[in-house]
């Protein structure tokens, strides 16, 4: 039967229909309804392209033959297999959704191949490395289209390497972690390239991450000075550095311990100045500084010990002992450098010391020295004190008005011995010289010659002030004021505990104080006249000259704070 005779039939069964009884072609447009196809109601048709398989609303064409030429007219897609890495199959050729990484796959007989879109790098959340640090610095890296299995590169200016580990967060968001020493100066800024596991990749555009080191100290931890109380102007200088070149500042952290001591901390030079608050025992001040360059801090832990000075240091121009000579026991010949016996204290940066007129005799073993240490004179040989300059001897020597001496001295002799003068003839300016010159005479008497100042010359006798002891140790201080007139004595020792021996008033501005001597260039002679005559015999530990008259209350102070250094109580 022809199907172009057939007039109207109202069911065809997949059962009365031969296989390839009816010719599809030959079926008129709609003669074959969708709405007239049940579930399987076509099995194994050869449909025409004027078939549209949109009009099945139910049900599959099972095993049908369909031409390379179908044609999906809707607009939502054509969805295909959807499946996890694990539940991929062996067939070459299909095509799937990985659900597992989200991308489109096919299998090509080997290996599976993702459909992967190209990433994106867009920022990370830490743009600084600190590289000298030590550890590794974690990135979050943010971008598109990131995948499992990927690996973070960090690109520098010539050249790169891989974070040791990258985690996927996100298809957007990947964590690496890199040791902070990879990131090198030379080579910021880094940009960030994201490599898919396919071998698709992405790369920032532009560099990301630079480089920038906390600053590094270059002054050690722990003690940076050792200062008097009395000391002023700058007393440390702390430093740091910065790889990048940054400026650096410095600032007290954490407490304010430095100008709770009376200092300033200068916050671009790192400097360390200012009167220290007085201490009444030596006293160390602890502090942290941290150093900022950037946005990069260090800190480090620092000490000034700020010792209690009981010597007063004000109009102090120099400052003996014997103490701290550098040289070893035995004879120090005639014209040896005596500068280390000054220290670093005020007046060895212009004053001068050596051996004149004779050897003497360095000691270590005295008994009641400080440290054992003195000066042995045997009446040849003396202790010289002078200025490293003529305008130094006029400063501090040859224009003071008033003036002070304070000696430690052990004196064995029994007649007229010196033992401070600047007095004689050998200046090479303004003639002879009589200059606050002393000599013991006995135990009983001093005298003194200080006619070039108007104060005359003479004996002095006010009582035995010998200390009549094993310990013969004597602290001598005399003070001359112009203002009041008064010329003072002072002994203290195991007998006498600091007493005004005698005081001789000369009257309200009396003399001329202690000038008049301009260009004079004779020194100080510790031991002896400075034109080697009436040269002492004893021991010699301390010696300070003052451009000033020091107070009853200050002589006393220092008399209490240094007595117990020979032994007295």
Not at 56 to 79: C, F, M, Q, Y
Not at 439 to 461: A, C, I, K, P, W
Not at 501 to 510: K, V
Request: proline content about 2%.
């Amino acid at each position: 039967m022809g199907g172009d005779r057939i007039m109207a039939i109202t069911k065809i069964t997949g059962a009365s229909i031969a296989a390839d009884s009816i010719d599809g072609t030959k079926i008129a447009d709609d003669a074959v309804n969708s709405e007239h196809l049940t579930d399987g109601g076509i099995d194994n048709a050869h449909i025409a392209t004027g078939v549209d398989a949109s009009k099945l609303t139910t049900g599959t064409l099972a095993n049908a033959r369909l031409p390379s030429n179908i044609s999906d007219a809707g607009t939502e897609g054509t969805k295909v297999a959807v499946g996890t890495t694990a539940q991929r199959g062996t067939t070459t050729g299909q095509w799937r959704y990985n659900s597992t990484t989200g991308l489109f796959e096919g299998y090509n007989g080997t290996v599976f191949t993702s459909l992967a879109p190209t990433p994106t790098v867009t920022s990370v959340d830490d743009s600084e490395v600190d590289s000298a640090a030590g550890g590794n610095q974690t990135i979050v890296v943010t971008g598109t289209n990131f995948g499992s299995g990927g690996t973070i590169t960090f690109i520098g200016s010539s050249a790169e390497f891989n974070a040791a580990t990258t985690t996927y967060n996100s298809a957007t968001q990947v964590t690496a972690v890199a040791p902070k020493s990879s990131f090198l100066n030379a080579q910021e800024p880094y940009k960030v390239k994201f490599t898919r596991a396919g071998g698709s990749a992405g790369t920032s555009a532009s560099g990301l991450i630079n480089v920038d080191n906390a600053p590094a100290w270059t002054t050690a931890a722990g003690t940076v000075a050792t200062i008097s109380e009395d000391d002023t102007g700058n007393h440390a200088t702390l430093a740091a550095t910065d790889a990048e070149g940054d400026t650096v500042s410095y600032a007290e952290t954490g407490a304010t311990n430095i100008t709770g001591a009376g200092l300033a901390l200068n916050s671009s030079t790192g400097v360390i100045s200012g009167d220290p608050t007085d201490v009444s025992a030596d006293t160390t001040v602890s502090f942290t500084v941290r150093a900022t360059a950037g946005a990069k801090t260090s800190d480090r832990a620092f000490a000034i010990v700020v010792e209690n000075q009981p010597i007063l240091q004000t109009d102090l121009v120099f400052d003996f002992r014997a103490a701290d000579f550098s040289g070893s026991a035995g004879t120090i010949s005639d014209g040896t450098s005596l500068a280390s016996c000054l220290g670093s204290r005020l007046g060895s940066a212009y004053a001068t010391s050596e051996v004149q007129h004779g050897n003497v005799t360095f000691v270590t073993n005295d008994s009641y020295a400080p440290g054992g240490k003195a000066f042995n004179l045997t009446g040849a040989g003396a202790l010289q004190v002078g200025m490293s300059s003529q305008a130094n001897y006029n400063t501090y020597f040859n224009n003071p008005t008033d003036t002070t001496v304070v000696m430690w001295v052990d004196w064995n002799g029994s007649t007229r011995e010196g033992f401070f003068s600047r007095y004689g003839t050998s200046a090479p300016a303004d003639g002879s010289i009589y200059h606050f010159n002393h000599m013991f005479d006995s135990y009983t008497q001093l005298h003194r010659n200080s006619s070039g100042v108007n104060l005359g010359s003479g004996n002095e006798s006010h009582g035995n002030w010998d200390p009549n002891h094993a310990n013969d140790w004597t602290m001598w201080v005399i003070t001359y004021d112009v203002s009041s007139g008064n010329q003072i004595w002072y002994v203290g020792n195991e007998s006498n505990a600091m007493v005004t021996w005698y005081t001789r008033a000369l009257g309200t501005n009396s003399g001329n104080g202690m000038t008049g001597y301009s260009n004079n260039q004779t020194p100080i002679m510790l031991g002896g006249r400075v034109d080697n005559v009436q040269m002492m015999n004893g021991n010699i530990a301390e010696a300070r000259y003052y451009k000033r008259a020091l107070t009853s209350a200050q002589i006393t102070a220092e008399w209490n704070a240094t007595k117990g250094n020979y032994s007295i109580s």
